[in-house]
C-alpha cells in the first residue's frame, strides 16, 4: 500500500492536474497467520483515528487477508465502523478497504470467472477465494506463493509474476487478480500480462486506487496500470 497506490497516483499527476499526499498508520503484524490477522485487525480503530487527525480525505485499509479472515462480508462492516471513527473524530472520511475494493473492482468489471495469484500460505489463500467466492464470483484458478514472512512478501520481485501466472489455467476467465494481496508488489507486470493475455488484470493495491479515486470524485485513469485504471470505470 505505501508503495503502489502512491506510485499509481504519482504516474496520474502526469495527466492530471490533482496532487496528492500519503500518510499512513500502521498496524503490527509479522507473521502471515489468523492470529496475527486478528490482532492486527483489532489495531485499526487507533489507526483511523490517528490519520483523522491529519483531516485526510479518504483512507485506505491495507490488507486484504485481515478483512477476509475475519468472516463473510467483513469489508462493510470494517468500512462502517472505521468511518464511524473519523465521524467522532470530527473529521469525516470514507472509508476502503482492499478487500472490498478488489470485491468491487472485479464487479466494475464485470467479472463473474477469476483466476488469482496470492502469496499466502495455501489454507489463507483458500480462505480468501471462499470469501470471494461467497461474493458471487468463481475462482476457477488460483496459485498459493506460501511466503509465510510479510516482510518476504514485500520482497517479491514483480517480475516473477510474469513467469508465475503462467501456471494457472485461464480458459474461460473474466480478469486475471495478478496479486490478492497490497502487500505483494506486482504494477510492473500488471499491463505487460494484460497486453500478453488480452484480458483485464488487476491486483489488490489497483482496485484500492480506483476506489479511492471514485470516493474523491476523481476520474479512475491511471497510465499503464490495466483496464480497471484505463478510465472506462
Not at 508503495?3 to 499526499?21: D, G, N, Q, V
Request: proline share 5%; with cysteine; hydrophobic share 45%.
Amino acid at each position: 500500500m505505501e508503495t503502489e497506490i502512491p506510485a499509481l497516483l504519482r504516474a496520474r499527476e502526469a495527466i492530471a492536474p490533482e496532487r496528492f499526499t500519503f500518510h499512513s498508520s500502521r498496524m503490527r503484524m509479522k507473521k502471515v497467520t489468523k492470529e496475527e490477522l486478528a490482532a492486527m485487525d483489532g489495531d485499526s480503530d487507533r489507526c483511523a483515528l490517528e490519520l483523522s487527525d491529519a483531516a485526510v480525505d479518504v483512507l485506505g485499509y491495507a490488507c486484504l487477508v485481515a478483512i477476509m479472515s475475519m468472516g463473510e462480508g467483513y469489508h462493510r462492516v470494517s468500512e462502517a465502523r472505521l468511518h464511524q471513527r473519523t465521524v467522532e473524530n470530527g473529521y469525516s472520511a470514507p472509508v476502503v478497504t482492499s478487500a472490498g475494493a478488489l470485491v468491487e473492482g472485479l464487479a466494475t468489471l464485470g467479472a463473474t470467472r477469476i483466476a488469482l495469484v496470492a502469496p499466502y500460505m495455501k489454507p489463507l489463500t483458500q480462505m480468501v477465494v471462499s470469501y470471494i467466492e461467497k461474493e458471487g464470483v468463481k475462482v476457477s484458478d488460483w496459485l498459493a506463493l506460501e511466503i509465510p514472512d510479510n516482510l518476504e512478501v514485500a520482497a517479491q520481485n514483480p517480475a516473477n509474476l510474469l513467469e508465475h501466472y503462467k501456471r494457472l489455467d485461464l480458459t474461460g476467465v473474466d480478469a486475471l487478480v495478478l496479486s490478492a494481496c497490497v502487500q505483494m508488489p506486482s504494477l510492473p507486470s500488471v499491463q505487460k500480462i494484460e497486453d500478453a493475455i488480452g484480458l483485464p488484470v488487476v491486483s489488490a493495491a489497483i482496485c484500492t486506487a480506483h476506489q479511492m479515486l471514485k470516493r474523491l470524485g476523481l476520474p479512475t485513469k491511471v497510465p499503464n496500470a490495466g483496464t480497471l485504471l484505463s478510465g472506462r470505470y
